[in-house]
C-alpha cells in the first residue's frame, strides 16, 4: 500500500486532503508563510497519531503539527525543504476528557480550541485564565506549543504555570504519558516543561491536564492618564504592593496607540475628554476581586477610588477613569483590543514581540525611539502591551512620505536595530509568540551559546532523524 | 601537578578538604546516607567551577554538588562507586548579586541560604514566598536541585514557579545563562525548567534570577475541626472559591497528629479544648491580606467570620479557632510545625512523600489504611501535609508491641504497598523531596515507560561521561 493510502487507512480518506482542500493549511492567517506538504491529515484519537507517526517514521517523512493555525511566526507551515513532510492537524482531537472540581482540574485533548475550554470551565462554575486575541481559533496544544501568555499573565503566569500534566507522542510513535494531575510532583526530569515551548520539533502533545480558578465576582477596568513612562512604572509598583493577586492586567498603550484605536471604533461611546487624551501614556489596569458582590463592591470600590486619588497627589498618574459598570468594563478593554485591528487598518508594520526587565523599559524606549529615528528618519512607532509582565508590543510604521514597500525592504535592519538593543537591556526578542520559522536566525544570533549548544543536543537525542517540525526554532 | 594539587590551585588549600574535616559532607544530617569522595571542594567563584568542572573531565572524576546537605533522599551524598567523585560544596558562592525592586526580580548566587534570602528580602520590603522547616540551612542552589516546595505552594507554587532564570555550569565546563530576570521569555527549549528538579544531573546550578512578591500586611492562622477527610476536601473547595489568592495556606493534620504535637509541645499555651480535640482531622489554614491594616483588618476579620459560620452551617467543618493576635498566629502554626519534631521524638518512622489529585484523598486514605492494617497488623499512620497542593506526609509508625528495628526491617514492604496505591490513584511518589539516590528504584518501577525513555536520553545528551551526580534520579 503507498503511504497516502495507508494514511487514509488510518484516519479514514475523508481526512486526508490534498489539492485544493489542503491549502488552507498550507499558508497561514495572515498569508505571511507558505508551505509544501504531502497532504494534510487529520486524526482524532491518540492511537491514530502513534499509527501515523510510525508510518511517517518508516517513510522518512516529516510531520509539522498544526493547531488553529493562528501563530504569527509560521511554526505550523511547513519550511523545510530537505524532506517531504505531512500537517498534522489537531482540531479532530478536541475532546474533553475529564473535569476534576474537587481537583480543580480539567483534561483536554490538544485539538480543543481555548474558547471551548474557557466556556466549558465556565459552565462547571470555574475560569481558566488564558486569554488571547484568536481564542476562538487556537487550540490548547497551539497554546502549549508555544506557551502562550496573553494579558493574564501577571496574575496567572504563562499557560507553563496553568499545566499541571500533558501527554505527548514521541518521535518514535510511543505514548509519553505524563497526564497526573498533580500540583507537586518531582519525580524526575520535567519533561512536561520541556515539551513546553518546543513549538512541535520534540514530539507531538496530544492531551493536557490544565489548572481551574474560581470565578472572580467582580472586576474593574481602570484607565489612567500618565505624563511620563516613568511614572507608569512607579504606579505598576505601587499597584502590585496595595493589590498584589487582585491586580489582573497591566496593559501600557501610548498616545499615537490610543488614538489610533480611537480613529478606528469612531463611536461616541468611547469618546474621552481631549484633557485626557492629551498624555504620553495611557494604562489600562484590572481589579478583580471574589466575595459576595455587594460587600465586596462597597470596599473595593472605595479602596481604588482612596488608592487613585493618593497616586494623583504623589503625581505617578495625572487623571483616571473607573469603569461604572458591566457595558463600561467592556468598552475600556475594547479600547485596549481593539489596538491590533487599528493598527492593521493603519498599515503594515514592522512589529516584535518583545519582554524586558520591568525597570529598564523606560531607558530601553527612550535609547530605542533616538536609534530608531537616526537610522530611519520619520518612522511612527506604535507602543502597547503587558507593562505588568514586561511585555511590550513595539512596532513600527512607515514615515508619512515613505511607502510601506520601502519600510518592509527595511524589515531585516529594524529587526537588528530592535532585537539587538532589546538584547543589550537584558530582555527576550520573543515574549509570548515564539521562535517558529521566523527568528531561527535571531535565536542564533542572541541566545547563550551554551544554552543553544544543550538545545541541539537535545533535539537530537530526543529526535535523532529530524522527524518533528524540521526547520522550526532550530536549524536543524 | 596532582588532581588534589590543582584542586588546591584553584580554590586554595584551605577549601579542599579530606580526612576528619571531610566528614561532615560526607553524610546527610540523618545520618542515613553515608558515602566516598576523593575531596570535598568549596569554590567561591563561578571561573573555579568551571575550572574545577574541566580538571574532573579531565582525570575522569564525577561532580557530586552539595548544598546545605539537608536532603531526605541522599541526593547530595556520592553513592555510585563505578568513579571517583568530589563534592562540590556550593556554601561559598554565596554573594546576593542583584535587588530589581522596581521589577521584582532578584539575583542570587547558588549556596545563598532559603533564610538569607527571605531576610534580605524582607530589608527590601518584598517577600519570597518559599518557606521550609530547613530554611536556615538549605540553600537556593539545593531548593531548585529538587524543585522545593513547602507551605505556600498552594498560593506561589513551587520554586520553579518562584524562578526568571537560572545559570549553570554545563559538565562540559561551560556556562549555560540563562539569568534573563524576564517573566516572558518563549525562545527556544525551557532550559531553565529542565534543570530545576534534575537534582544536579545535568550541570551545576550556579545562580538564579527570582521573584519577589508584596508583603501581606495581615495574616490570619485559623484551626478547624472536622468530622471526616470527605469534609475537609468540601471546605478546601470552598475556601477557595470564597478567598481565591488570600487563601496561602491549608494543612491537614490528623488527629493522632495533633495529639503528638500537643504532648511534644506540652505546654497550657497550645492547650486545645476536649471538644475540640475529639475529632478526627484538623486544617489549619491561613489566609492573608494585603492594604491598609485597620481598614483590611475590619473587613477581612468579618468576612473570616461569617464564612466559617456558614461553613458550620453546612456542616463542613465542626468548630474553628481564629488567631486573635501575631502571638496567636505564631502558636497555632506552631502546632503544624512541631509535627517533624514530636514525630522523630515520638520514634524512626516510615515515611512517604506523596501527592494526590486533592479530590481522590478520601478514598485513598480510606483503602490505604485497610491495606496497611491487613499487611501490617497494628501500625500506627501519622498524616500531615498541605492537602490544598494535595501533597500529604504519610508515615507508618511501629505498633505497640513491635520492635522499632522490626519495623525499619519491613520498609521496602510498606514503601511497595504504599507507592503503588498512590500510583493507581494517580499520584505521585515523590511529592516535594526529590527522587536523590533513596527512590531511583522506585522510579523505575512507577514512572512512565516513554519519560524513562526520554530521560534517559537527556541526561546521555547532557552528560555523556555521567560526570554529574551519578547514580542518582537515574540508574546510570
Chains 1, 2 share one sequence.
Not at 511566526?73 to 474533553?96: A, E, M, V, W, Y
Not at 514592522?350 to 529615528?373: A, Q, W
Not at 537591556?425 to 535565536?443: D, M, T, W, Y
Request: with cysteine.
Amino acid at each position: 500500500m503507498s503511504f497516502l493510502n495507508t494514511l487514509s487507512s488510518i484516519v479514514g480518506s475523508d481526512h486526508v486532503l490534498t489539492g485544493e482542500k489542503a491549502l488552507p493549511f498550507l499558508s497561514d492567517w495572515r498569508g505571511r508563510y507558505k508551505g509544501n506538504a504531502i497532504a494534510i491529515v487529520r486524526p482524532s484519537s491518540v492511537q491514530s497519531i502513534i499509527n501515523i507517526v510510525r508510518l511517517c517514521k518508516q517513510y522518512n517523512i516529516a510531520i509539522v503539527p498544526q493547531g488553529g493555525n493562528t501563530g504569527l511566526c509560521g511554526g505550523s507551515i511547513p519550511n523545510n525543504n530537505s524532506k517531504d513532510s505531512i500537517i498534522l492537524s489537531s482540531t479532530r482531537l478536541n475532546q474533553i476528557r475529564e473535569i476534576d472540581l474537587s481537583n480543580n482540574s480539567i483534561v483536554v485533548e490538544a485539538g480543543c480550541t481555548l474558547q471551548k475550554l474557557q466556556d466549558i470551565s465556565l459552565e462547571k462554575n470555574r475560569y481558566f485564565p488564558l486569554s488571547l486575541a484568536s481564542e476562538g481559533t487556537c487550540t490548547i496544544g497551539g497554546n502549549l506549543a508555544t506557551n502562550a501568555g496573553g494579558t493574564q499573565v501577571l496574575r496567572y503566569g504563562n499557560i507553563r504555570e496553568l499545566t499541571l500534566g500533558i501527554e505527548v507522542v514521541s518521535p518514535d510513535g510511543y505514548v509519553i504519558d505524563l497526564l497526573r494531575a498533580l500540583r507537586k510532583d518531582n519525580t524526575g526530569y520535567s519533561l512536561r516543561d520541556l515539551y513546553i515551548g518546543s513549538e512541535g520539533t520534540l514530539g507531538i502533545i496530544t492531551a493536557a491536564a490544565l489548572k481551574l480558578f474560581p470565578i472572580c465576582d467582580k472586576k474593574w477596568a481602570i484607565l489612567v492618564s500618565l505624563s511620563s513612562i516613568e511614572n507608569a512604572i512607579e504606579f505598576l509598583m505601587e499597584t502590585r504592593c496595595v493589590f498584589d493577586a487582585s491586580l489582573t492586567a497591566f496593559e501600557l498603550i501610548s498616545q499615537f496607540c490610543l488614538n489610533l484605536s480611537l480613529n478606528f471604533l469612531n463611536d461616541k461611546k468611547y469618546r474621552l475628554d481631549t484633557d485626557f487624551i492629551d498624555h504620553p501614556w495611557f494604562v489600562l489596569l484590572e481589579i478583580s476581586a471574589i466575595g459576595d458582590i455587594r460587600e465586596v463592591d462597597d470596599f473595593m470600590s472605595n479602596r481604588i477610588k482612596i488608592f487613585l486619588e493618593k497616586c494623583i497627589v504623589l503625581g505617578y498618574i495625572d487623571d483616571a477613569i473607573i469603569s461604572f459598570d458591566n457595558l463600561h468594563f467592556a468598552s475600556l478593554w475594547h479600547l485596549r483590543e481593539s489596538i491590533p485591528l487599528a493598527e492593521k487598518d493603519f498599515g503594515k508594520g514592522i512589529k516584535h514581540d518583545i519582554s524586558l526587565p520591568v525597570s529598564v523599559i523606560p531607558s530601553f524606549l527612550s535609547d530605542m525611539e533616538k536609534s530608531l529615528r537616526l537610522h530611519f528618519n520619520g518612522v511612527q512607532i506604535v507602543v502597547f502591551g503587558h507593562l505588568g509582565d514586561g511585555n511590550l508590543h513595539y512596532n513600527v510604521f512607515k514615515s508619512i512620505d515613505q511607502s510601506e514597500e520601502s519600510l518592509l525592504s527595511l524589515q531585516w535592519q529594524i529587526y537588528d536595530l530592535v532585537h539587538s538593543k532589546v538584547h543589550d537591556f537584558g530582555g527576550s526578542i520573543s515574549a509570548e509568540h515564539g521562535i517558529g520559522q521566523l527568528k531561527v536566525n535571531e535565536l542564533q544570533k542572541y541566545k547563550n551559546a551554551g544554552a543553544l549548544d544543550i538545545m541541539r543536543r537535545l533535539k537530537k537525542s530526543v529526535d535523532p532523524d529530524n522527524m518533528m517540525n524540521p526547520g522550526k526554532v532550530l536549524d536543524i
